[in-house]
Each structure stands twice: as structure tokens, then as C-alpha cells.
């Protein structure tokens, strides 16, 4: 979205092509019955001045919030932690929809081949479908998936394998009543448990007197479960924050888990973007920078600059 948000200021034509009902990605936002989570990435970060002033718009524009919670690891304790974080309000997939003004989107279409032509790039989708033509492509998906998408081109696609990805399940807990200790945050708890989140303590959520909390798995032992029943990940998973948080024995009223396959950047390209001027196909993500928010933003955006630049 930011690479079409480029586009579009630079006077192109742009059509962005989802393959989920909604954009937004790992700033996505799943819902257990009518209760929403924010089960991708928990928080932004800004690092650059470039991606602060975007989420300074963000802020005044009512798209996202500061937020500083209460921390806590195994070495540290609970403490106050005051980081420059945000989070979009009222959910995390708020964050991408100032990026799709003046923007074509079309939702719940996957594309699964790419090829360029006399008259430019088209597309073709899982239901037989296509379209076309284009100037030009961008690729901002996973490494791997972009590897199967512009397999043919042997220029691009050489870079990639110097990207690692790691898949993380994003487990989802619905509690009646409050029953984490004092940290709204609690990180890698154990070899199972990297992330322990109070999603209903983030500023714009729903409160209640319960609890909505969102748990992400550590890399190594998702790769060891990522062909488990999600409700057997689920239940696990649960029994692990009972006894790393020595909760007393509750059962969640409503409990999912969710497979993020490329959830996490292991190592990244060490480039903003790869692109071909000649055959006007790039590829972007967090990927090629690292694995934050910041990151994608960043290389989308780039990217974005160096195609209106070849057709310029």
C-alpha cells in the first residue's frame, strides 16, 4: 500500500490486487465471534524520520495512537515501559487505510501467474481470470511467495535466497475475567512463548472486565507444529502461559489459532527493493529491510519512486 500510495502521488493509475477479503496483512485484524484482535503485528516503531512523519499523520488523523504499556520478561520483571510505540485505532489494520485513497483495490483476488507481453504485464487469478495490460508490476508479498510469482525471471529472484522467513502461530484467547498478572506485555516467556499481548489494553479497544490476549509462538517450535490441528496448537499453547504466568486453572471462553506461514524475518535482503528497469517488474516488503512495520513502509515506498522514475 505504500508503494501504490508513490504511485498514485506521482499521477499513475493504480490497481492493487488482494488476496484476502481485506488489506492490511500481518496489520490485519482477526475476530473471535464480534470481538476483534489485533493478531499480526502488535505495535509501529519508528525509526526513520520519513516513517515518523507518517505515523505523525497517522495520530492527527486519528489512525493510530501512542501506546505505552507495562513490560515484562523472565529477566527483567514487570516495569514501566514507555517506548515509542503505536497502534492503530481502533485496530491495528487501521494503519493502511490512508494508503488506499485514490486507490483501486480489489479484494479476495489472488494472483498465481505473471507474464509480460507486447503491450505490458497481465495477470492472471486462481478463479481463471485476468487482467491487463500494465506498465509495470510491483510483487509486495513474502519472499517465497514472490519467488513463485516471478520465477522465470532468473535476475530477480537470485537476491531472494538470501532472505530467511519463519512462520508463527498467532493464538487468540477470549477470557471472561482478568487473570494476567500486573504487565499488559509479557516476552519470550519460554522456548514455546515469544509474545503475550493484552490486546484489550491498547488504547480504542473494547475493555470489559475481562480479557482479550494475543499469543505468539517462538520460531523453532512453530516449525515443529506448523502441520498441528490449530485447536491442538491452541490448547497447548494456553497450557503454557498457565504455567509460565503460574495462572490459576481457567478455561477461555473462545480460544482460535492462526498460522502466520512468513511471520517473521530470520535475515533480510539488505536492500530496499529489487527491481528490473528493463522488464518494469519490482519486488518489495519487510523482507528486503527487516521484519518491522517500518521496514515494509519504507521499501514499499522506494520501490514506488523507482518506477515512476523508468517510466518517466
Known amino acids: 500500500m505504500a508503494c501504490a500510495r508513490s504511485l498514485r502521488r506521482a499521477g499513475c493509475f493504480v490497481e492493487v490486487f488482494e488476496r484476502d477479503k481485506m488489506i492490511g496483512g500481518r496489520l490485519g485484524t482477526a475476530r473471535l465471534g464480534l470481538v476483534p484482535f489485533d493478531h499480526g503485528a502488535q505495535y509501529l516503531a519508528s525509526r526513520s524520520d520519513r516513517f515518523r512523519a507518517f505515523v505523525d499523520e497517522l495520530v492527527q488523523t486519528g489512525y493510530a495512537t501512542p501506546w505505552s504499556p507495562v513490560t515484562a520478561t523472565p529477566t527483567t520483571g514487570t516495569e514501566p515501559f514507555r517506548p515509542s510505540w503505536h497502534v ?22 489472488a494472483v498465481h501467474t505473471l507474464q509480460r507481453q507486447e503491450k505490458g504485464w497481465h495477470l492472471w487469478f486462481e478463479d481463471q481470470t485476468s487482467t491487463g495490460p500494465f506498465a509495470a508490476v510491483a510483487v509486495c508479498v513474502p ?44 516476552s519470550d516467556m519460554s522456548q514455546l512463548i515469544r509474545w503475550i499481548g493484552r490486546n484489550n489494553a491498547k488504547p480504542g479497544r473494547t475493555r470489559g472486565r475481562g480479557e ?9 517450535w512453530t516449525r515443529e507444529t506448523i502441520d498441528a490441528d490449530p485447536e491442538l496448537v491452541a490448547e497447548e499453547v494456553w497450557a503454557e502461559v498457565c504455567n509460565v504466568l503460574d495462572l490459576p486453572p481457567i478455561r477461555p471462553v473462545q480460544m482460535a489459532a492462526v498460522l502466520w506461514q512468513h511471520g517473521l524475518v530470520d535475515a533480510s535482503l539488505g536492500e530496499s527493493y529489487i527491481y528490473s528497469s528493463k522488464d518494469k517488474v519490482g519486488l518489495a516488503g519487510d523482507w528486503c529491510l527487516g521484519r518491522l512495520a517500518e521496514h515494509a513502509y519504507d521499501s514499499g515506498l522506494q520501490l514506488g519512486r523507482v518506477i515512476v522514475d523508468s517510466l518517466t
Open 143 to 186: 519472499a517465497p511467495e514472490a519467488r513463485l510469482l516471478v520465477g522465470r525471471y532468473d535476475h530477480l529472484i537470485e537476491p531472494l535466497a538470501r532472505v530467511k522467513m519463519s512462520p508463527c502461530w498467532s493464538v487468540l484467547v477470549r477470557l471472561d475475567e482478568r487473570v494476567l498478572p500486573q504487565a499488559d506485555v509479557y
Open 88 to 109: 492503530g485505532t481502533p485496530a491495528m489494520a487501521s494503519i493502511v487505510r490512508p494508503l488506499a485513497e485514490g486507490v483501486r483495490v480489489h479484494t479476495q483476488h
Open 212 to 220: 482479550h490476549l494475543v499469543i505468539h509462538t517462538a520460531p523453532q
